[in-house]
């Protein structure tokens, strides 16, 4: 393949992202003030938005900058500076390196966030000097803690409302091999906690075992999770259809003959717009309630819990959608007069936060989500060069 500048500049730009471990549960601020510095460079201010740091005092930041003049009409480019965990993985290269190979003729470079979605900001990054050229702006938003909910974005994205310029929509780079992806689904995460009494477990009836009703609690969860497979929305274009529930982490006990006085266990909801969290769970607070009471009839000290720890809203495909009809025209993954419907995709993003603050908004960005949170995560080489593609596209387009 024939490289180009921006391509060798945006690959460039990508190993040195890459360098940085912005695994979720840690900071991501080297990162920030590397992107920082590099946007001085060209003459770009930035603005960050900080977390409040929790108990390990780990301090994060969400970073946007307007790139060119502030007016009216820009496009909002967005993508998640967090990556996934690499432990115990087995990678066959070093995660934090962005490693080149050749696979079945296909130039790939391997390392975390390659694809989910530090490609995107490289791609972004690296038309910097073409977009401050532009005679309207572009937006560029970088968030954390995507990948645990969702959870940096919202102050970012209220931020960009009350001090940007309307811009004419949002483009979040998420992977999807450059095709425009126009809907979501929703998550909520929840932690159930059960409270019960320890006892000896040869003299059960002097206590309450609290693994035992969380145990009665996940099977109410999976009767919930079978009524919603069975009962699709009509016409959804979502892969499955419909909602999904799972459950993900259990702890609970201290030792086999002793009856556990605590257990917790979370679980993952994924809605499609037009159902709601509240309204699926509705009889699972029902069996809370109810679990409640009889765990309090027995000990003061007991009871069940349901706490919401996550949520980010879907993104629902719409009519009209300037966002969708930019991608289209910028994006070389769509072919000239392919008039078929966007794509709709399982997976949460932050794309329903943006519409959900007002933005028109679709998802586009390189590499796929097949490879993504995977050992040995690539992207093509080729799918960088598309999104030049893309930026260069966008670049034009903005400088009209």
Not at 44 to 64: I, M
Request: charged share 15%; hydrophobic share 40%.
């Amino acid at each position: 393949m024939t490289s180009s500048p921006l391509l060798t500049s945006a690959l460039e730009i990508l190993e040195k992202l890459i360098s940085f471990d912005t695994t979720s549960r840690g900071s991501n601020l080297e990162l920030i003030a590397w992107v920082e510095d590099y946007l001085a460079q060209h003459g770009v201010s930035a603005s960050r938005v900080a977390n409040t740091p929790g108990e390990d005092g780990v301090k994060k930041a969400n970073l946007f900058a307007t790139i060119g003049p502030e007016v009216p009409g820009g496009v909002i480019l967005s993508g998640h500076s967090d990556v996934v965990p690499v432990d115990g993985q087995p990678w066959t290269s070093d995660p934090w390196t962005m490693t080149p190979r050749e696979v079945e003729g296909e130039d790939r470079l391997y390392g975390r966030g390659t694809a989910d979605m530090k490609g995107f900001l490289a791609l972004a990054l690296a038309t910097v000097p073409l977009f401050v050229k532009g005679s309207k702006p572009v937006h560029l938003a970088i968030s954390y803690d995507e990948e645990v909910g969702c959870q940096g974005a919202p102050a970012m994205i209220a931020r960009l409302a009350e001090t940007i310029a309307p811009p004419l929509c949002a483009i979040i780079g998420e992977p999807s091999l450059m095709q425009p992806i126009s809907g979501h689904k929703g998550i909520n995460v929840y932690e159930v906690h059960v409270t019960g009494k320890e006892a000896h477990s040869s003299l059960p009836h002097l206590g309450v075992s609290a693994t035992m009703v969380a145990v009665d609690l996940m099977a109410e969860l999976r009767e919930l999770a079978l009524a919603l497979e069975g009962n699709p929305p009509a016409g959804s274009g979502f892969v499955p259809p419909h909602a999904t529930l799972t459950i993900g982490t259990i702890q609970g006990g201290t030792a086999a003959n002793i009856l556990a006085r605590e257990c917790r266990f979370t679980f993952d909801l994924r809605c499609p717009p037009g159902i709601t969290a509240e309204e699926v769970l509705v009889p699972f607070r029902a069996d809370i309630a109810r679990a409640d009471a009889a765990i309090g009839a027995q000990c003061s000290e007991g009871g069940v819990t349901l706490t919401q720890i996550a949520n980010a809203p879907p993104l629902a495909p719409t009519e009209h959608n300037p966002a969708e009809t930019l991608a289209r025209s910028l994006s070389p993954a769509v072919k000239p007069g392919d008039n078929s419907p966007a794509g709709q995709v399982s997976y949460a993003a932050e794309a329903g936060q943006f519409q959900q603050a007002g933005f028109p908004t679709i998802i586009c960005g390189p590499g796929s989500i097949e490879q993504a949170h995977q050992p040995d995560e690539w992207i093509a080489v080729e799918q960088m060069a598309q999104g030049v593609m893309f930026m260069e596209r966008l670049a034009a387009e903005l400088g009209k």
